[in-house]
């Protein structure tokens, strides 16, 4: 019986405030969905950096005769100045492994590597990608040791370190977590005082029904705890729209983010349920404080 009119009391709640539940859960919602967006372009960066921070490599590109290196004076690299080269990187202590790459070998493996945007792959032609020396290095951080002596180096066109390319591309994934959780922890705000609102304008609707309940000596958890789950139910539902909403950040956005950038590992489906867990326990967890704490300040039940 307590429980049936415990559960009464709670649709009859929803019901009258009909238009303010909605807004809860569609404010619920958006916080949850931005709040578990940011914890997965957070899990996404982690993910990304584990996988390919000890794949990086220092790409030498020697001159050709396309180069805009007024060093290379409009002319190919000697063998002289190739073995050369080879030879300075194999006394390096940092470099822990050395791969000549000729122009057709770089021609295909730039079709292969961008296949997914032929657009960009007819735009350039064989020959544009000049000969290079791919260099694995044993600790990724020692890179300035290796790319300070190779620059001013007879036959270096450039030298590029693929760890600032990524430094940069990791940089503005950062930027969109803080910016979905900063956008979050607003909309948590407004919720929070949706449920205030919502809660306190329940118990003025039943605020007979509490005082006979109360009349009777019913203990004060039993009167406030439909309110409490009102607002509970109420992040419950908002928790499962933002659990769609998440879905779709994967797939439109980390995974076409993978795909288009091609450097970026994606994000598997159990880290997906894992954040989409913890967004729809701590709406109902925020949610139902919001409702006992509004209970204890302003009704004094």
């Known amino acids: 019986m307590r429980a049936q009119f415990v559960l009464q009391e709670i649709w009859i709640g929803l019901r009258r405030n009909l238009t303010m539940t909605i807004s809860l859960v569609i404010t619920v919602a ?40 007024p060093a290379c004076r409009k002319q190919d690299a000697t ?12 006394k390096m202590p940092q470099v822990a492994k050395v791969e000549y790459e000729t122009r057709e070998q770089a021609y295909a493996r730039f079709k292969d590597r961008f296949e997914s945007n032929p657009s960009f792959v007819n735009s350039t032609r064989p020959g544009d990608i000049p000969d290079s020396f791919r260099i694995r290095l044993k600790d990724p951080q020692q890179y300035k040791g290796v790319v300070e002596p190779l620059i001013s180096k007879a036959g270096v066109d450039q030298v590029i370190n693929e760890q600032e390319i990524l430094k940069k591309f990791f940089k503005i994934l950062n930027g969109l977590q803080w910016a979905a959780l900063l956008i979050a922890l607003f ?8 449920v205030g609102n919502t809660v306190r304008l329940s118990a003025f609707n039943r605020r007979r029904e509490t005082g006979i309940m109360r009349l009777v000596g019913a203990s004060n958890t039993y009167i406030q705890m439909p309110f409490i789950l009102e607002g509970a139910i109420a992040g419950l539902i908002g928790g499962l729209f933002a659990a769609i909403l998440l879905v779709f950040s994967k797939t439109l956005l980390l995974d076409r983010l993978a795909g288009q950038m091609q450097f970026t590992t994606q994000l598997s489906w159990g880290a997906v349920l894992a954040v989409i867990v913890l967004s ?5 967890l925020l949610c139902a404080v919001a409702s006992f704490l509004t209970l204890r300040r302003y009704l004094k039940i």
């Not at 909309?187 to 949706?194: D, I, R």
């Not at 729809?280 to 109902?284: D, E, H, L, R, T």
């Open 187 to 194: 909309q948590v705000v407004a919720a929070v005082l949706l």
């Open 30 to 69: 958006i916080a949850m969905a931005l709040f578990g967006t940011g914890l997965l372009i957070r899990n996404q960066v982690s993910v990304s950096k584990d996988y390919w921070y000890d794949k990086i490599e220092v790409s030498v590109f020697l001159c050709a005769k396309t180069s805009s290196n």
């Open 79 to 90: 063998q002289q100045q190739k073995d050369d080269i080879k030879a300075t990187l194999e």
């Open 280 to 284: 729809i326990c701590f709406g109902v």
